[in-house]
């Protein structure tokens, strides 16, 4: 049977995409300049690269596989994250380079730009992860130029009014995206979510794909958390993000057992935990000096998001009829927020003068009320923006499937 959404989706999305990339050539036509290698001095680049691909790997492939553990919607999971990560990236270049637009008329491109415009579409991928199933891609389009640009907003306003330095501003990206996602899905809620969609499962295979999307996260987020640092603590950064790894997935694995009625792992609540003690020490990188504490915030971290994954979640479902698919309050907003904690009593217990302490407390907690505003006035403007008719979300019969926007071939299509 036909899909039902297949013709509004034709007459929507595809003048939708050629309108916005045809204005992206526009703007990359009048403002864009590549910023050319000193031949003499290829540092930079050869510095570069090898992170840019690092990052890469994490937004195309982490992030893509991660979403495909509904068991009947692999491609949409894996090809819409293609979408909005590309999509993001290209707005995000062009929003992070109107500073020396307006100087000099001219937005330069070199990898670090781009570097920082991939990190900026995280925040976006991290969002749409709480309406993973229950959205179209042209709903995905606004919701990722949207949040791009409260993301960006959010930055400039960090750094130009509070002076917080590029590599904290934007590690924030955990909490504005969850956040941010949290109020999609609490205002775009759908009847019958507590009964649970009838699509809404994983297999086997599903879970593997899912996983994989894990191990590629797991693999590159030292390069995630150390791309913007300075050279001087470039190691520390990367040391730290690995233990604080390693001890949020051995810590996940066990909580997993002891939360389980039958003593058996979980493979979905493990993905949303194993992760969780990079997204903490991204957010304080900068102060987190000694192993230990990259470890303890790790260890902290894993617990925060398995108490989230098992019931907050569910509390958030039952009590505020706002279903987190992804579980991304879990799995980046409470990690990130303990990061930005453990960021604010770091940098108090090695400051000697009080008048320091107390003025960097006062800017940090306007640091997080910032991006907490910011980011919930954001999700709630796109999410009232959704609810008009024009872009024709799926039934719930349709959610969490990919022939409702996807053609999928079975085996007796193929023979025909």
């Known amino acids: 049977m036909a899909p039902q959404y297949a013709p509004s989706l034709r007459s929507r999305l595809a003048p939708l995409l050629l309108i916005l990339q045809t204005g992206f050539i526009i703007i990359a036509a009048l403002c864009f300049e590549t910023k050319e290698t000193n031949k003499l001095d290829r540092k930079p680049f050869l510095h570069y690269y090898p992170e840019f691909q690092d990052v890469n790997v994490m937004v195309i492939l982490g992030f893509g596989f991660l979403c495909t553990f509904p068991v009947r919607y692999g491609f949409s999971g894996s090809g819409f994250n293609l979408l909005v990560a590309i999509i993001a990236t290209q707005w995000a270049l062009i929003l992070n380079g109107i500073d020396s637009w307006y100087n000099t008329k001219i937005i330069r491109i070199d990898l670090k730009s781009i570097i920082k415009a991939e990190l900026c579409a995280v925040s976006a991928l991290i969002s749409i992860g709480s309406v993973l199933g229950k959205t179209n891609p042209v709903q995905l389009t606004p919701i ?141 990188v900068s102060v987190v000096q000694q192993p230990w504490e990259a470890m303890a915030l790790g260890f902290t971290a894993a617990i925060l998001s398995t108490l989230g994954y098992r019931y907050l979640k569910t509390h958030l479902l039952i009590a505020f009829e706002c279903h987190d698919t992804c579980a991304v309050l879990s799995t980046h907003g409470l990690p990130g927020l303990l990061g930005w904690l453990a960021q604010l009593v770091l940098q108090i217990k090695d400051c000697d003068d009080h008048t320091v302490a107390v003025r960097f407390a006062v800017f940090h907690i306007c640091t997080l009320f910032t991006t907490v505003s910011l980011s919930l006035s954001m999700g709630t403007l796109t999410a009232f923006l959704l609810k008009w008719k024009f872009w024709r979300p799926p039934q719930n019969k349709k959610c969490f499937d990919d022939q409702a926007f996807w053609e999928v071939f079975t085996h007796k299509s193929q023979k025909r």
């Open 144 to 284: 990722a130029l949207l949040e791009v640009t409260g993301f960006v907003l959010n930055e400039w306003l960090l750094q130009t009014l509070l002076k917080v330095r590029p590599p904290n501003s934007i590690m924030l990206l955990h909490v504005f995206g969850a956040l941010f996602g949290l109020m999609l899905t609490w205002i775009l809620y759908r009847d019958g979510s507590k009964q649970g969609f009838e699509k809404e499962k994983y297999d086997e295979k599903s879970g593997l794909f899912s996983m994989l999307g894990v191990v590629f996260l797991w693999m590159f987020w030292p390069s995630f958390n150390s791309v913007l640092v300075d050279d001087r603590t470039r190691l520390k950064a990367v040391c730290s993000t690995y233990l604080a790894l390693a001890v949020s997935a051995v810590t996940a694995a066990a909580l997993a057992v002891l939360s389980s009625p039958r003593g058996k792992l979980n493979l979905i609540q493990m993905q949303s935990c194993i992760l969780s003690g990079g997204a903490a020490v991204g957010v304080s």
